[in-house]
């Protein structure tokens, strides 16, 4: 088996975690895995949700899209549809409940952070680029917010990070890319934290079901490459 990108089968794309990437955000990243590109920018805004007004917790939420020319063709924007798809919904539900799991609310008291990810260039993974790039600028958030004096304790609980894992010509292959993902016959994308609890597995068998043990195998993998990321993220938080 030999992988389009002629990386081995536990290697992952060049990630890259390029922090402070705009000006106005309490947190912004540009992540990059191999060319899936996203920007991910968390905003801190005073106040919660009506459904936690008065519990004294805050709250965090996300949003996903794709620039029309993220992708080979373009694609029409949604607001011109005027509704988002399905699968748009669905990432940025995981990319919340995935940043969710980061933090001990009840620290972060009446404010709400809002995670904004913009795919301006995809190539396979863009929800799992989007947590793993978030995390990092969430954090950044988190350390505005302390500066302005506006946290009485630190919220962070763990760090967050996801790839992607699948079956590409009958072997689990980590973080796969557009060529591989579109003809794997099995692709898995996993969420973990850096204490080693998976926050989510998703998974879905595109052609033949697969294993207990190629399930078990992939989820190694996953862990293998989130380890990594784990320090990747590390690394640029100290910069």
């Given at each position: 088996?030999?992988?389009?990108?002629g990386?081995?089968?536990?290697?992952?794309?060049?990630?890259?975690?390029?922090?402070?990437?705009?000006k106005?955000?309490?947190?912004?990243?540009?992540?990059?895995?191999?060319?899936?590109?996203?920007i991910?920018?968390?905003?801190?805004?005073?106040?919660?949700?009506?459904?936690?007004?008065?519990?004294?917790?805050?709250?965090?939420?996300?949003?996903?899209?794709?620039?029309?020319?993220?992708?080979?063709e373009?694609?029409?924007?949604?607001?011109?549809?005027?509704?988002?798809?399905?699968?748009?919904?669905?990432?940025?539900?995981?990319?919340?409940?995935?940043?969710r799991?980061a933090?001990?609310?009840?620290?972060?008291?009446?404010?709400?952070?809002?995670?904004?990810c913009?795919?301006?260039?995809?190539?396979?993974g863009?929800?799992?680029?989007?947590?793993?790039?978030?995390?990092?600028?969430?954090v950044?958030?988190?350390?505005?917010?302390?500066?302005?004096?506006?946290?009485?304790?630190?919220?962070?609980?763990?760090?967050?990070?996801?790839?992607?894992v699948?079956?590409?010509?009958?072997?689990?292959?980590?973080?796969?890319?557009?060529?591989?993902?579109?003809?794997a016959?099995?692709?898995?994308n996993?969420?973990?934290?850096?204490?080693?609890?998976?926050?989510?597995?998703?998974?879905?068998?595109?052609?033949?079901?697969?294993?207990?043990?190629?399930?078990?195998?992939?989820?190694?993998?996953?862990?293998q490459?989130?380890?990594r990321?784990?320090?990747?993220?590390?690394?640029?938080?100290?910069?």
């Amino acid at each position: 088996m030999k992988r389009p990108s002629g990386r081995a089968a536990d290697q992952l794309r060049n990630v890259r975690l390029t922090r402070n990437y705009t000006k106005h955000a309490e947190g912004s990243v540009l992540v990059e895995f191999g060319d899936t590109k996203v920007i991910c920018t968390v905003s801190v805004e005073n106040g919660v949700p009506r459904f936690l007004k008065g519990q004294g917790q805050g709250w965090v939420t996300a949003e996903y899209g794709m620039l029309p020319r993220a992708t080979g063709e373009r694609n029409q924007r949604e607001a011109s549809r005027g509704k988002q798809g399905g699968r748009t919904l669905e990432i940025q539900r995981l990319i919340g409940r995935s940043l969710r799991a980061a933090l001990d609310l009840r620290k972060l008291g009446e404010y709400t952070l809002y995670i904004d990810c913009d795919v301006i260039q995809a190539d396979g993974g863009t929800r799992t680029a989007s947590i793993t790039g978030a995390t990092v600028a969430l954090v950044d958030a988190l350390r505005a917010m302390k500066k302005r004096g506006v946290l009485k304790q630190d919220p962070l609980k763990q760090m967050i990070a996801a790839v992607s894992v699948g079956m590409y010509q009958g072997e689990p292959v980590l973080d796969l890319d557009y060529l591989e993902d579109s003809a794997a016959e099995t692709d898995l994308n996993v969420v973990m934290t850096n204490q080693g609890g998976f926050i989510e597995v998703q998974g879905t068998a595109e052609g033949a079901p697969f294993t207990p043990d190629e399930f078990n195998a992939m989820l190694a993998l996953a862990q293998q490459g989130i380890s990594r990321l784990f320090e990747l993220q590390q690394q640029a938080l100290a910069d």
